[in-house]
């Protein structure tokens, strides 16, 4: 079956460090790529997505993430956090041929301490 | 501009009793809706799609049930609540233009089985 892996679950940052976390999926056809982030309190919301063209895509509030597709991945960057980015953040890929419909890894709880 | 409700926003509910939730989205038309769930330390399960009024397609098995009465509305439910149906529950929408779409997220809603 096709799956998201997120491999960091929790992850603890001081403010300006580097972020990355790592999505891995598992399919072999054509997929479309998402980042989601829930702020505390707040819905959840669109950070980036990847249909084609270049692998590397920019989203809101300074992140970015590069598809790979040899290494099925669709890594998330930033490269000096803030303690707002403090929040829940979801990998997710629609399969061609679906119905829209999203498959969610299992989310990292980002921390970002001042 | 589109926006999407869900209510309640919480519930506490006793195991054997019956389940309503709702979600409405304004703005839009003919859009695809989706019930998820995150149950606690997990990523959002796709529960149930619907492309159209009365569409409802199941994505796992289990206690709960869809309904689609109206264009904007979608309800989840169930008969008889299991401990296991505790979790955030979480309503979508995305536009239906053929292409892959974003999918909007509503505020979701914590439910507790005691």
């Known amino acids: 079956a096709q799956s998201v892996s997120q491999h960091n679950h929790h992850v603890i940052l001081s403010e300006a460090a580097s972020l990355e976390l790592g999505c891995n999926y598992s399919?072999?056809?054509?997929?479309?790529l998402f980042w989601y982030v829930q702020y505390p309190g707040q819905h959840l919301q669109l950070l980036l997505k990847?249909?084609?063209?270049?692998?590397l895509v920019k989203g809101i509030k300074g992140f970015e993430a590069e598809f790979i597709k040899s290494k099925f991945s669709f890594n998330l960057r930033k490269p000096s956090v803030q303690w707002s980015d403090t929040a829940e953040y979801f990998c997710?890929?629609?399969?061609?041929?679906?119905?829209?419909?999203?498959?969610f890894g299992a989310g990292t709880r980002l921390a970002v301490h001042p | 501009s589109q926006t999407i409700h869900q209510w309640p926003a919480t519930l506490v509910q006793p195991v054997g009793s019956p389940l309503s939730l709702e979600c409405t989205v304004e703005?839009?038309?003919?859009?695809?809706l989706y019930w998820y769930r995150q149950a606690a330390g997990r990523g959002l399960q796709l529960l149930f799609y619907?492309?159209?009024?009365?569409?409802i397609s199941s994505e796992v098995p289990q206690n709960l049930s869809a309904s689609r009465p109206q264009d904007r509305q979608f309800i989840l439910s169930s008969k008889k609540l299991l401990l296991s149906d505790s979790g955030f529950y979480l309503c979508?929408?995305?536009?239906?233009?053929?292409?892959?779409?974003?999918?909007?997220f509503g505020p979701g809603t914590r439910l507790t089985v005691l």
């Open positions: 997710a890929v629609i399969l061609s041929g679906g119905y829209n419909k999203l498959i």
């Open positions: 619907s492309v159209g009024i009365g569409q």
């Open positions: 990847y249909f084609s063209g270049d692998p």
């Open positions: 399919y072999g056809g054509t997929v479309n």
């Open positions: 979508a929408w995305s536009r239906t233009s053929g292409r892959i779409n974003e999918q909007f």
């Open positions: 703005g839009t038309s003919n859009p695809n």
